[in-house]
C-alpha cells in the first residue's frame, strides 16, 4: 500500500514539475486548488449557465459537421419523412430534416443544443437576477456584472440565429420580424438593413453564410472571450459572501477547490448535461418537419420566438398601432417601440444601475459582503417593478395561446396587460418596499428581545 | 428488469465485500505513512460508506455509457432519440450523483479562511502614471499630437469599416419601394395558371403571383378577395382599381413582414366581425373594403393595394402600382409611390 | 338532358313543398326545428335578418341565417359538432357535445335538407389524398388560423379551433361552409382531390411523426419555455441547493 501511494505521488510530482518548469505556473496552481469558494446554492446559478454553454460548444460542433447553410440551391425532398416529399425547399432547411431523420443520434444532439440555449439563458437570467437583489454588482465587481450584461445581450442574438438558421416556417417569420425591427431604427435602419441582409427581405443569398459564420464562430468566440474575462475577473477580486460568523468584509469563508469544492463543481456539470441529454432525447423541441420550408407568402398562427426572445415579441403585440409621421413621411416606424427602444431601455437601466445607485446613496465604497435583498428595500423594490414590466410583457406574448386553451378573447386580454403594465409594477414597488421593511422591523424587534432576555438571564 | 435487479444486488454485494477485505491493510497504513510531509489539507476520519455508494453510482454510470453505445450500434430501434437520450441522460444522472456524494461525504469538509485581495495598490498605481507622464514629457506639442493622433485613428478607423458597405446597397432604399408589379403583369396562382375574373369567389382568399419575377421577394405575394361591389368604400382616387369587387392588396403585413394569411370572412354578417385581413404575428388586422385601413392591432400604415384590371379573355391584370410601398416601413418612408 | 332537367324539376318541386315529401323522418324533424332551431333561423328556415323582439323561448336575441338551400352537408355540420343551437346568436359556437341524439340529427338534418336543394353530406377519401399535397394546401389556405399543425389559433374577433377531433367529414363539410368567421371555398379554388389531400393531412397532425420524444402539444416555444424554466430550471436549481448547502458532518 505504501508503495502504491508513493508511486501515486510520484506521476503527480513529475506532471506538476514538469509543468511547473516550462511554465513556472506552480504557485498559480497551488493558488488555484485552494482557492476559496463561499458556500450558497444560489451562487451555481453561474455554473449552470457556464456547464450549459460547454454543453452548446460540443453539440454545435457536432451539429456543423451536417448541416448546409445555404439557401441558393432548392430542390425537391425525397427522403424518409413522407408528408414532405415532393416539397421545394432549401438545402438549410434539408440538411436540418435529414439531421432530424437520417444522421444517427442527430437528433438527440439538435434537441440537445436547442435545450442547452434555452436553459443557458434561463440560467443567465436567474444569476443576473441573483446578482441585482444581493449588490454582488457593486466595487469592486461593477466590471464583472457589465461584462456578464454583454453576454446576455450577445447570447440573445446568438439564440436568435441559431433558431432562424434552419428556415423553417417558424424561422423564416422570425426573421421576417428581425428585418422590419431592423428596418425601424430611426436614420440608419434602411440602410443597417440592407446591409445585414445584402439586399432587401428575404435578402441575398450570401446571407445564410453570414448568419451562420456569426452563430457558429464570431458570437460563440465573443462569448468565450468575455466569459473568460468574467471568470478572471471573478477569480482576481474573488468571490462576494453572505457575512454573518466569520465572514466579514475583509475575510472569506468557503470550501477550497480541492479536496471539496471540484467534485461538487463537477456534480453541477454533470446535473446540467443530464438534464439537457434527458430533455434531448425526451422531450420534443422545434419538430421543424411538422412546420415545414418558408416562403415569404406563408405563415402559421401561433408563431412565437423562443422564451428568451418572449418578451420582445410581446412587446410588439401590445403597442398600440401607430407610425410617428410628418406628412406622409414616417419618422419612427412601429416596430421600434416593441422591437428595439423596450429592450434598449430594460439593458439600459440594467447597464445604469451601479452608477445610479452609487450616485444616489453615495456609496462608493468596497464590497465584498452581499445585501440581504430586504436590507435594501428601494433596491429591492424597484428591481422587482422592472422584472414585474418585463415579465408581464413576457407573457402577454402567449395571450394567443391563452385564448386558444382558456378562451379569454384577445382583444380584451390586450387592454387588459395595456393597463397591467403601467400598474402592476408601481403596485408592486410599494408591495415589495413593505414587505421588505416589515420584514426588518420584526427582524429588529427579535433582536431586541433576544438582547432582553440575554440581559435578564 | 430482474436481471437488471440481479445486477443491482451483485454489483452492491461486490462493493460491500470489497470493503471488509480492506479494513485492516488500510488501518495498518496510516503509520507507515509516517515519512510523508506535512499535510497541507486537513486531515479527516474516511467515510466508507459514503465511498461504496460512489462506487455503485460509477458502475451504474458506466453500464449507462455502455448502453447509450449499444443502442447506437443497433439500427433501426423504434424510439431510438428516446433511449439515446436515456442512457446518457442516466450516465451524467449518475456521475453527478456520484460527484456530489466525493464532494459533500467522502473529501474533507473543512472551510478555509483567506483574506480578500488588497482592494488597491496606490504604489503600483502612482507608478504607472508616472511612467505615462514621464514618457510623453519629450513631446513640445501634446495637444497638438494628440489631436493628429486622434485623427489618424479616426480616419483609419472609417478606412478599415468602409470595407463592410459591400456588404449591400446600404443606400440603394429604391430597391426598398421595388415590387414585380406593372401595368399589364397576369395574376397567377400557386400552380402558375392565370387568375380569370370571373374564377374569383366572395367566400375566400386567394394568393397570386406575378408572372415572370421570382416568388420570394416581399412585393411579389398578393393577397386576392372579392366583396360586394356595393359596399366598397375605397379612397376617390381609388375608382376603377377593383373590377367586379375583386381587391388585391399586398401579402406582406406593414407592421413586420409576415404573411397575411387570414381572411376573417364572416357567415352571416349581421351576428360576426366584419371581414378582414388578419397577420398572424402580431394580428394586425386590415379592412379590405376601405383600401386596406388598419382595424386593430401595431400595424401604422395601410395595406398598400394593387390596382386590377380584366383582360381580354376574363383574365387579372395588375393595372398599375401599388398605392404605396410593400412591408415594413422605415425612416423616411413615402406613403404613396411604390413602384 | 331532358331527363336531367326532370329530375331537376322534381327535386326542384319537393324542395319546394316540404309538406308533400312529409315522411316520417323530415317531420320528426320539423318538430325538433320548431322547438330548437325556429326562434333564430326562422319558420321553415326563412332566417331572420333583422334586428327585432326577441322571438324566441328564455329570451334568445334571436338572429341568423336562412336555411333554405344550405342543404344536409352544413346542417350535418352544426349539429354534429354542437355549434348549434348557440345560446346567443352573437356568440362564436364551438365545439360540444351535441344535445341531439343521432336519430333526432338525422331528422333535423332531413328536414333542413328539404327545404331548399342543397348539397349533401360529402364523403371524403382520405386514403386518395397526397399527404405532402395536402400540407402545402393547409399552409396556403388554414395554417394562418387553424396553425400548421392544426392545434387552433386566434383570428382577432375570433377563434380558430383546434381540429384534433375534428372527423374528415366535418373538415370536408367545414371547408365548403366555412362557419362563423372561416372563408368557404368551393370546388373550383378546393376541388375534390384537394379536398381529400387536406382532410389527409389534418388526419395526419392527430398522430404526427413525434420522434423527438414527448411532443408538448406541437405549439412549439411557448410550452418549450415552459418545460425550460418549470423542468429543466426547477431541478437544475434543485441540484444547485443540495450542492451548495452546508454539509452536516
Same mark, same amino acid.
Given at each position: ?234 477569480? *482576481? ?16 469563508? %468557503? ?43 406563408? #405563415?402559421?398562427?401561433? #408563431? ?22 410628418? %406628412? ?10 416593441? %422591437? ?41 423594490? $424597484? %428591481? ?7 415579465? $408581464?410583457?413576457?407573457?402577454? *406574448? ?21 393597463? $397591467? ?35 435578564? #438571564? | ?48 460508506? @459514503? ?33 439515446? !437520450? ?5 450516465? =451524467? ?70 470595407? @463592410? ?26 400552380? !402558375? ?92 388586422? =386590415? ?8 382595424? =386593430?392591432?401595431?400595424? !401604422? ?39 | ?21 312529409? &315522411? ?53 355540420? /352544426? ?11 352573437? &356568440? ?9 341524439? &343521432? ?97 389527409? /393531412? ?48
Amino acid at each position: 500500500m505504501v508503495g502504491r501511494a508513493a508511486a501515486g505521488r510520484a506521476v503527480i510530482r513529475g506532471v506538476v514539475r514538469f509543468l511547473d518548469e516550462r511554465s513556472g505556473t506552480a504557485p498559480l496552481l497551488r493558488k488555484a486548488l485552494r482557492y476559496v469558494f463561499p458556500d450558497h446554492w444560489s451562487f451555481l446559478l453561474g455554473e449552470i449557465a457556464l456547464y450549459a454553454f460547454v454543453v452548446l460548444v460540443g453539440t454545435g460542433i457536432y451539429l456543423t459537421l451536417f448541416f448546409d447553410p445555404s439557401v441558393a440551391h432548392h430542390s425537391y425532398y425525397h427522403g424518409s419523412y413522407a408528408p414532405l416529399r415532393g416539397l421545394d425547399m432549401t438545402d438549410a432547411y434539408r440538411s436540418v430534416v435529414n439531421i432530424s431523420f437520417e444522421v444517427k443520434a442527430g437528433l438527440l444532439i439538435r434537441q440537445t443544443h436547442h435545450w442547452a440555449a434555452n436553459v443557458f439563458i434561463a440560467a443567465i437570467v436567474l444569476h443576473l437576477l441573483r446578482v441585482f437583489f444581493t449588490g454582488a454588482f457593486r466595487k469592486p465587481r461593477d466590471l464583472v456584472y457589465y461584462v456578464g450584461l454583454a453576454m446576455l445581450m450577445l447570447a440573445l442574438v446568438e439564440g436568435f440565429l441559431g433558431y432562424s438558421l434552419a428556415d423553417d416556417l417558424l424561422s423564416g417569420m422570425g426573421l421576417a420580424i428581425a428585418y422590419s425591427v431592423a428596418l425601424s431604427l430611426p436614420f440608419v435602419g434602411a440602410s443597417l438593413a440592407l446591409l445585414l441582409w445584402g439586399a432587401p427581405f428575404p435578402g441575398a443569398e450570401s446571407f445564410w453564410p453570414r448568419m451562420y459564420v456569426a452563430h457558429v464562430f464570431v458570437l460563440p468566440v465573443l462569448i468565450g472571450g468575455l466569459l473568460t474575462a468574467h471568470l478572471l475577473l471573478v477569480a *482576481a477580486r474573488h468571490h462576494t459572501q453572505f457575512g454573518g460568523g466569520r465572514k466579514t468584509e475583509r475575510r472569506l469563508v %468557503g470550501f477550497p477547490t480541492m479536496p471539496s469544492y471540484a467534485p461538487r463543481s463537477i456534480g453541477v456539470a454533470c446535473s446540467v448535461f443530464s438534464v439537457l441529454f434527458l430533455l434531448g432525447g425526451l422531450v420534443q423541441i422545434n419538430p421543424i418537419w411538422l412546420w415545414g420550408p418558408f416562403h415569404v407568402d406563408q #405563415a402559421t398562427n401561433g #408563431a412565437q420566438p423562443d422564451w428568451y426572445l418572449g418578451w420582445l415579441i410581446g412587446a410588439l403585440r401590445l403597442v398600440p398601432g401607430f407610425d410617428v409621421t410628418i %406628412g406622409g413621411y414616417t419618422l419612427v416606424p412601429n416596430p421600434f417601440w416593441g %422591437g428595439v427602444l423596450f429592450p434598449l431601455l430594460v439593458f439600459a437601466i440594467l447597464a445604469a444601475w451601479p452608477a445610479l445607485e452609487r450616485r444616489v446613496t453615495g456609496d462608493r465604497g468596497f464590497h465584498n459582503l452581499l445585501d440581504r435583498p430586504r436590507d435594501r428595500p428601494w433596491r429591492t423594490a $424597484l %428591481g422587482a417593478a422592472l422584472l414585474s414590466w418585463v415579465f $408581464l410583457v413576457f407573457v402577454f *406574448a402567449s395571450a394567443d395561446r391563452v385564448y386558444v386553451y382558456l378562451k379569454i378573447s384577445y382583444t380584451t386580454q390586450i387592454w387588459v396587460y395595456r393597463v $397591467l403594465v403601467w400598474v402592476l409594477p408601481l403596485v408592486v414597488l410599494l408591495v415589495t418596499r413593505r414587505v421588505c421593511r416589515d420584514l426588518q422591523a420584526k427582524e429588529r424587534v427579535e433582536h431586541e428581545r433576544h438582547l432582553a432576555e440575554r440581559a435578564s #438571564a | 428488469m430482474s436481471s437488471g435487479a440481479r445486477w443491482l444486488v451483485a454489483a452492491i454485494l461486490l462493493v460491500l465485500s470489497r470493503r471488509r477485505r480492506r479494513v485492516t491493510p488500510v488501518a495498518k497504513d496510516e503509520p507507515e505513512a509516517a515519512p510523508t510531509p506535512a499535510r497541507v489539507t486537513a486531515p479527516e476520519l474516511p467515510d466508507r460508506r @459514503a465511498e461504496n455508494v460512489v462506487l455503485l453510482l460509477l458502475g451504474l454510470g458506466t453500464a449507462c455509457a455502455v448502453a447509450f453505445v449499444v443502442v447506437y450500434a443497433l439500427d433501426r430501434l423504434p424510439r431510438q432519440t428516446q433511449l439515446l !437520450g436515456l442512457s446518457l441522460g442516466l450516465a =451524467f444522472a449518475f456521475l453527478a450523483a456520484a460527484s456530489v456524494v466525493v464532494g459533500r461525504r467522502v473529501v474533507s469538509q473543512h472551510e478555509r479562511e483567506e483574506p480578500y485581495a488588497e482592494p488597491e495598490h496606490l504604489e503600483e498605481q502612482e507608478a504607472v502614471v508616472l511612467v505615462a507622464q514621464e514618457s510623453a514629457s519629450r513631446f513640445t506639442r501634446k495637444k497638438l499630437v494628440v489631436l493628429a493622433a486622434g485623427g489618424a485613428g479616426t480616419a483609419l478607423g472609417a478606412a478599415l469599416i468602409a470595407p @463592410a458597405l459591400s456588404l449591400g446597397p446600404a443606400f440603394d432604399m429604391e430597391s426598398l419601394y421595388r415590387t414585380p408589379w406593372r401595368r399589364g403583369v397576369r395574376l397567377l396562382d400557386e400552380d !402558375g395558371r392565370a387568375y380569370l375574373a370571373e374564377s374569383i369567389e366572395p367566400e375566400t382568399f386567394y394568393t397570386a403571383y406575378p408572372e415572370g419575377a421570382p416568388r420570394e421577394q416581399l412585393g411579389a405575394p398578393l393577397v386576392l378577395v372579392r366583396l360586394e361591389p356595393g359596399r366598397l368604400e375605397l379612397p376617390a382616387e381609388r375608382r376603377g382599381w377593383a373590377p367586379g369587387g375583386i381587391l388585391a392588396y399586398s401579402k406582406i403585413c406593414t407592421h413586420a413582414g409576415c404573411a397575411i394569411s387570414l381572411y376573417r370572412k364572416p357567415l352571416f354578417e349581421p351576428t360576426e366581425p366584419r371581414p378582414a385581413l388578419v397577420c398572424p404575428c402580431h394580428y394586425s388586422t =386590415f379592412d379590405p373594403a376601405t383600401g386596406g385601413t388598419v382595424l =386593430f392591432g401595431p400595424a !401604422g400604415r395601410p395595406l398598400p393595394q394593387l390596382p386590377l384590371a380584366v383582360g381580354e379573355r376574363g383574365e387579372l391584370r395588375a393595372g398599375g402600382h401599388f398605392s404605396g410601398p410593400v412591408g415594413p416601413s422605415w425612416w423616411g418612408v413615402r406613403l404613396r409611390g411604390a413602384r | 338532358m331532358p331527363i336531367s332537367l326532370l329530375a331537376l324539376a322534381a327535386v326542384s318541386f319537393a324542395a319546394a313543398s316540404p309538406a308533400a315529401g312529409a &315522411d316520417g323522418l323530415a317531420g320528426r324533424g320539423k318538430e325538433l326545428y320548431s322547438k330548437s332551431c325556429a326562434s333564430c333561423h326562422g319558420p321553415d328556415g326563412r332566417g331572420v335578418t333583422t334586428q327585432g323582439a326577441p322571438t324566441g323561448a328564455g329570451n334568445v336575441r334571436a338572429l341568423g341565417p336562412s336555411l333554405r338551400g344550405v342543404g344536409a352537408l352544413s346542417t350535418d355540420f /352544426y349539429l354534429r359538432t354542437g355549434y348549434m343551437p348557440l345560446r346567443d346568436a352573437r &356568440d362564436q359556437p364551438h365545439r360540444r357535445k351535441p344535445p341531439f341524439t &343521432d336519430p333526432q340529427i338525422s331528422a333535423i338534418v332531413a328536414y333542413v335538407a328539404s327545404l331548399g336543394s342543397g348539397p349533401a353530406v360529402p364523403r371524403p377519401h382520405p386514403e386518395r389524398g397526397s399527404l405532402s399535397r395536402g400540407l402545402q394546401l393547409f399552409t396556403e389556405h388554414c395554417a394562418g388560423c387553424h396553425q400548421i399543425a392544426a392545434v387552433g389559433g386566434v383570428v382577432t374577433g375570433g377563434l380558430a379551433p383546434s381540429l384534433r377531433h375534428a372527423t374528415p367529414v366535418q373538415v370536408a363539410q367545414a371547408i365548403r361552409i366555412g362557419p362563423y368567421l372561416m372563408p368557404s371555398s368551393s370546388a373550383r379554388q378546393i376541388d375534390d382531390r384537394d379536398l381529400d389531400s387536406i382532410v389527409r /393531412y389534418v388526419e395526419s397532425t392527430k398522430h404526427p411523426e413525434d420522434r423527438g420524444g414527448w411532443a408538448i402539444g406541437h405549439v412549439g416555444p411557448v410550452p418549450e419555455g415552459l418545460v425550460t424554466w418549470l423542468i429543466a430550471v426547477v431541478a437544475l436549481v434543485g441540484v444547485a441547493v443540495l450542492v451548495g448547502k452546508r454539509a452536516r458532518p
